[in-house]
């Protein structure tokens, strides 16, 4: 049944992210937007953020209730260890973040990643602009990114007799860093995501509920929106 809804997850993800490209090749091709209006680009970023993200968690949530009623009661059932399991989650993603970023420093990486430079200018955009980065950043990627990147990645490569848990942990954790760099060919900034991939797929395996790693990945982006407000 959980294989049966990480194939039309990941269905999901593809034609939406197909769906998506689409849209943005229209918008070239017609010269809708003026790409020299910085104002302009950002407005069309937030709510591309919103309207991609936004319609795959609404559709991972209402497709799937039997799924997500037994994530809620297998949560209830062992709460106390899953939160104890959070913790360690955010602590050590909060590590492995600090630990990279002073690994790209000592080779001379020190330009902020394209991603990380978008979420920079919505911050820096009108109260919408705002208003959608918490949204998309906080809730809705972590959402949609758990359930494509460990809960669907891993019943996949779980089919594979031979496979080892760390490997799936590798290769689901380099796909989820390949998809935040392959848009603006930023390979360089892959370790980074990829490494905080590892932690997120560690503790979904030792929970093996993906609630766990959505609640860590809310955590993470909750600190690091708040910081890039606050500073």
Same mark, same amino acid.
């Not at 490209?21 to 003026?34: E, K």
């Not at 602590?91 to 990486?109: N, R």
């Not at 809960?151 to 860093?177: C, E, H, N």
């Given at each position: ?33 003026? #790409? ?14 919103? %309207?991609?993200?936004? @319609? ?5 949530? %209402?497709?799937?209730?039997?799924? #997500? ?57 009108? #109260? ?23 809960? @669907? ?12 848990? #760390? ?5 689901? %954790? ?36 993906? @609630?766990?790693?959505? @609640? ?16």
């Amino acid at each position: 049944m959980t294989e049966n809804i990480g194939k039309r997850v990941i269905k999901i993800y593809i034609l939406m992210y197909i769906a998506l490209i689409v849209v943005q090749v229209l918008l070239v091709a017609f010269s809708i937007i003026d #790409w020299e209006n910085d104002e302009e680009t950002v407005r069309l970023n937030s709510i591309m953020n919103l %309207s991609f993200y936004g @319609a795959m968690a609404l559709l991972y949530l %209402s497709l799937f209730t039997d799924f #997500w009623r037994k994530v809620i009661a297998q949560f209830k059932q062992n709460s106390k260890k899953f939160l104890k399991l959070i913790g360690l989650g955010f602590g050590s993603l909060i590590l492995v973040s600090a630990l990279i970023s002073l690994g790209y420093q000592f080779i001379g990486v020190t330009d902020t990643s394209d991603n990380q430079a978008a979420l920079d200018a919505l911050l820096a955009g009108a #109260w919408f602009d705002k208003f959608s980065l918490v949204l998309f950043a906080v809730f809705l990627a972590p959402l949609v990114e758990e359930m494509v990147f460990r809960m @669907a990645t891993f019943q996949l490569l779980y089919r594979y007799k031979d496979i080892k848990p #760390w490997m799936v942990i590798v290769i689901s %954790s380099l796909l989820f860093g390949l998809i935040h760099v392959v848009s603006t060919l930023d390979f360089i900034q892959i370790f980074y995501y990829a490494g905080l991939g590892m932690v997120l797929g560690f503790f979904y395996h030792k929970s093996k509920n993906i @609630a766990v790693p959505i @609640a860590i990945h809310m955590l993470l982006n909750a600190f690091v929106t708040i910081t890039m407000i606050v500073y």
